[in-house]
């Protein structure tokens, strides 16, 4: 051990305990909150939540508009070259799109697109991208009403970053958020978004040997992660989203 500074007013470590469900109603947020950051979820575990028209409207623009990302990156040259280049060509990246609750039309959506070979850089995964885009004050960003609109991506003025926390864990960057991606997010990824307290996770390809979202693993499953969050799988032919050009090499990492 180094030697500390003689003014740091340390304290012995100590050990609290700290809740490991949500709180199911305000009185219990509050209490819990006080311990920890807790999310509050008034639904019972495991029972669905209700899928209103306007929630599935929301979810169905979000995911055309994701699957466009992607085909349009793969058309620029985003593209995987991996080992089973004979059976699928080369293999499209993913595109995630960060959106706001559908009730909170207001709330700012974020599109990215997987940037691996464009930017030489292998951390760049969708995922990471996109929730680089919200934590970036300077992104041009686009309400989701907008994304659901147009194709283009509306330049607005960027929501005001978060303040700095002045409590542990006080201001998570995806709380309340969901995330649409074409492709089952990478194990890291996956990390990356419950770090991120994401609500929950849609996506179209399932990705079975690579997936943190049940496919090589289930992240949010694990045992002792502090958060938890939802994962659907989209049916190809919802809303009239299909995986024609998104056929991806089962080894690649999204
Ligand atoms: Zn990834």
Request: aromatic share 6%.
């Amino acid at each position: 051990m180094p030697d500390l500074p003689p003014d740091l007013d340390l304290a012995p470590p100590y050990q609290l305990t700290v809740p490991r469900s949500a709180a199911l109603t305000p009185a219990s947020l509050a209490l819990k909150n006080a311990l920890w950051p807790t999310v509050f979820a008034p639904r019972r575990k495991g029972e669905p939540e209700d899928w209103s028209h306007a929630r599935a409207r929301w979810a169905c623009a979000a995911m055309a508009r994701v699957v466009e990302e992607a085909r349009a990156a793969r058309a620029a040259g985003e593209v995987s070259a991996c080992a089973r280049d004979a059976i699928y060509g080369l293999s499209p990246f993913p595109a995630c799109l960060l959106a706001g609750p559908p009730e909170e039309p207001a709330w700012p959506s974020y599109v990215a697109r997987d940037t691996r070979i464009s930017s030489a850089h292998r951390l760049r995964h969708a995922a990471l991208n996109v929730v680089r885009a919200l934590a970036d004050p300077t992104t041009t960003v686009t309400t989701t009403a907008a994304a659901a609109a147009t194709t283009s991506a509306a330049s607005l003025t960027p929501s005001p970053p978060a303040s700095i926390p002045t409590k542990n864990g006080q201001h998570y960057l995806l709380t309340s958020r969901s995330l649409f991606t074409t492709h089952e997010p990478c194990v890291m990824c996956s990390m990356a978004l419950l770090h991120s307290r994401v609500k929950e996770v849609f996506f179209l390809v399932p990705m079975e040997r690579t997936g943190g979202c049940g496919g090589a693993a289930c992240v949010p499953k694990l045992e002792g992660v502090n958060h938890r969050f939802a994962i659907g799988r989209w049916k190809t032919g919802t809303g009239g989203v299909s995986t024609e050009g998104l056929e991806v090499d089962e080894d690649t990492d999204s």
